[in-house]
């Protein structure tokens, strides 16, 4: 009986000094309130954790899901210094959704050996991470910092991450309140490679050195809609990145050092990214998804050039490699040493003899193809012939017209707007012209800076305006002649000066509205290179294109038909006309079909591809557009104005103030003076009289004239 009573004292003796080891091992964390009568971890509403030795004894077990600590709204202002010291076995720590944290304090994080992940989430009043706050956390392989209101970049200098076989992971994302990236900011996480994805933070700028002293593999930093500067040097010290993702963000450019070993390249929806580094600091890339077409026809083109160069400058000796000929082929030693110094492991050689696969989108498409603003080199030449005479000669038209004493009529009003509609062609075809001269050969470069710039909207704007407004000013032309011929002998029908100034007042209306809708969302001028509104993507566009092409061809048909009831008035000899009517009919519809015509396949191949079945490529359509569609412009201030004796007559008239030409200016003064002389009512105009006046103007003729000598005269 007493070895059996002894064998119990000795077993509870045991019993409690393990109670008693047990306790003595458990050191309970800063962050926690520790006591023994509870087997839970329970939030307080005290400035701790309630934490039990179960806790200790749960973090030292070996099931994964045992070893993860999540805290969810802390009622803690602070986490403070050693908070976690002695969860010696934790590998996952999550803070999230605590209202109440501000701050996290130096080695809040400190000698956690076991620690794998840190995840600091949904701490929308988080202000401030202090320096050190991650420290000697040498399996490290998976930091999170997401929508915080932290002022100041983390410190991440002290992690010393000894991963291997591992990216570590790096994640900041949406906090708006870091508007920068400091030097060496990422400097002392790790000396193996980095993950980092960093997005929808607030972001304005990457600093000089900022990823100095890191292995980047990938870096993302889309959804950083704040971000306008990556600095030259920011990669400097860096080895990486081999993917960059910079897309949705407002970067104008990309640093021209530091992507040397970039293989991916992404930057979808930059609108700002008009430009690329030059294209000899991305020669291992493989992959490039950008925003705008030109700038895959920058790649492809680049690519064949270098490729042609290098073969060029080395097609000598691979002829001479190639060539089985041994008479031909010369064995002096220099020779041989250089055949034998083509080093075909160099990059640039490799890359231009063996070109890998290369994939680029969005790749260039019928609207936007991989050639120079005109296309064409004749098309150049003719383009600017054009221009020269559509601005001359409308600008000497409005000159002359404006500052001529003659009284303003309704002719000379309409042709006035005429003018200058079309010398807003002109100045349209200027544009266009000098932009193409100014990037010929590689219209690449320039394609985005020129088609989302202001350049491009100008020129688009004034050549709707012009186009609509020429037509509109050509129809009430016509309708002002075939008005004015029909009602010859009734003076009080005729149309007066301030009728057709409230008419044409309605047509610069119109032409202004069609001009300003593709600046206001309907349609587009940036679709194509010769910014005309050919984008029928939505319902909206797709009408207003097609809505003002047959609004063109309404008004041709609206000029056929006043034509022919001229031509049929002035062939009938029961209607008395003026003479001089008849002849401007005659000329004005010779020039208005001449005009039409050219228009009409401009009009006839534009509603065919707005109704999205395109009968030729917009390559071709450029020739079009170039030669027939401005045509007008260069031919209406000739024909119209410059060609016609009554602008002679103004020029004539105008030379005389400046001691040129009297005679002419006086025969012309003396044929305004008979011309409104009306003699009293009853008498008639004897032939004396007429005779008088013929003899007065060949004297006058007879005295000569400075520009009108050798025949000149008319």
């Given at each position: ?541 797709q009408v207003y294109v097609v809505a003002l092409l047959l609004l063109n061809v309404t ?59 395109p009968l030729i490529t917009v390559s071709h359509s450029k020739i079009l557009l170039v ?88």
């Amino acid at each position: 009986m007493a070895p059996a009573r002894q064998t119990v004292w000795v077993l509870l003796a045991l019993s409690g000094v393990l109670n008693l080891r047990s306790c003595w091992t458990f050191t309970c964390p800063s962050i926690c309130k520790c006591s023994l009568k509870s087997d839970t971890c329970y939030k307080d509403t005290g400035e701790k954790l309630s934490c039990t030795r179960e806790t200790q004894l749960k973090s030292q077990a070996a099931p994964s899901f045992i070893r993860n600590l999540r805290l969810t709204h802390l009622p803690l202002t602070e986490v403070p210094s050693n908070a976690f010291r002695g969860l010696i076995n934790v590998s996952r720590i999550e803070i999230s959704q605590s209202d109440c944290t501000r701050y996290i304090r130096n080695h809040a994080f400190l000698s956690l050996h076991s620690l794998t992940e840190i995840q600091i989430q949904n701490i929308r009043n988080l202000i401030s991470i202090e320096k050190g706050a991650f420290t000697d956390l040498p399996r490290l392989r998976y930091l999170s910092i997401c929508n915080t209101g932290i002022i100041h970049f983390p410190d991440f200098s002290t992690i010393s991450s000894l991963v291997i076989l591992e990216y570590f992971f790096l994640e900041l994302g949406d906090n708006i309140q870091l508007h920068s990236i400091p030097a060496n900011a990422f400097q002392g996480i790790t000396q193996e490679s980095v993950y980092m994805k960093i997005i929808k933070n607030g972001f304005k700028e990457i600093k000089s050195h900022a990823f100095n002293g890191t292995k980047l593999h990938k870096l993302i930093l889309k959804d950083n809609r704040y971000l306008r500067n990556i600095h030259e040097d920011a990669f400097e010290g860096a080895s990486g990145p081999t993917v960059l993702d910079v897309s949705s963000t407002a970067l104008d450019t990309l640093p021209r050092r530091g992507l040397e070993h970039l293989k991916v390249l992404i930057a979808r929806s930059t609108p700002y990214l008009k430009t690329l580094p030059p294209l000899e600091s991305l020669l291992e890339l493989e992959v490039a998804e950008v925003t705008y077409p030109s700038h895959c026809c920058a790649f492809h083109t680049w690519r064949r050039k270098d490729k042609e160069k290098v073969v060029h400058a080395l097609s000598p000796n691979l002829r001479r490699l190639c060539d089985d000929d041994d008479e031909i082929m010369d064995h002096s030693a220099d020779n041989v040493t250089d055949l034998y110094d083509i080093n075909l492991q160099y990059p640039d050689l490799q890359l231009s003899l063996c070109p890998g696969p290369f994939q680029c989108t969005p790749e260039s498409d019928a609207f936007n193809p991989c050639e120079d603003l005109l296309g064409y080199s004749f098309l150049r030449s003719v383009t600017w012939l054009i221009t020269v005479f559509a601005v001359a000669g409308n600008m000497a038209v409005l000159v002359i017209l404006i500052i001529s004493h003659q009284k303003l009529n309704v002719s000379r009003f309409l042709i006035c707007n005429l003018a200058f509609a079309d010398l807003c062609m002109g100045v349209y075809l200027l544009l266009i012209a000098a932009t193409d001269y100014h990037s010929r050969m590689e219209y690449y470069n320039h394609a985005t800076f020129w088609q989302t710039g202001a350049g491009c909207g100008v020129a688009g704007f004034l050549t709707v305006f012009a186009s609509e407004l020429s037509v509109y000013t050509l129809t009430m032309i016509t309708l002002e002649r075939w008005h004015t011929i029909t009602n010859a002998m009734h003076k009080n029908k005729r149309l007066r000066l301030r009728h057709v100034v409230a008419m044409m007042a309605g047509g610069w209306g119109f032409s202004l509205l069609a001009a300003l809708l593709p600046v206001l969302g309907v349609s587009s001028y940036t679709k194509v290179s010769i910014c005309l509104p050919m984008d029928i993507e939505s319902l909206a566009s797709q009408v207003y294109v097609v809505a003002l092409l047959l609004l063109n061809v309404t008004a041709f048909f609206i000029i056929c038909y006043c034509y022919v009831r001229i031509y049929l008035s002035i062939h009938n000899p029961d209607l008395a006309i003026r003479h001089g009517d008849s002849k401007i009919a005659k000329r004005m519809a010779i020039l208005i079909f001449t005009n039409f015509i050219c228009m009409a396949p401009i009009s006839f191949f534009g509603i065919s591809a707005a109704l999205r079945m395109p009968l030729i490529t917009v390559s071709h359509s450029k020739i079009l557009l170039v030669l027939f569609y401005p045509i007008n412009s260069l031919c209406n201030p000739f024909l119209y104005t410059i060609f016609t004796r009554s602008f002679r007559k103004d020029i004539r008239l105008l030379l005389s103030r400046c001691s040129f030409c009297h005679a002419r200016a006086e025969f012309y003064r003396a044929q305004n003076l008979e011309a409104h002389t009306i003699p009293p009512k009853g008498s008639t105009t004897s032939p004396r009289k007429h005779h008088s006046f013929r003899f007065y103007t060949y004297n006058i003729k007879m005295q000569g004239c400075f520009l009108c000598k050798g025949g000149g005269a008319t």
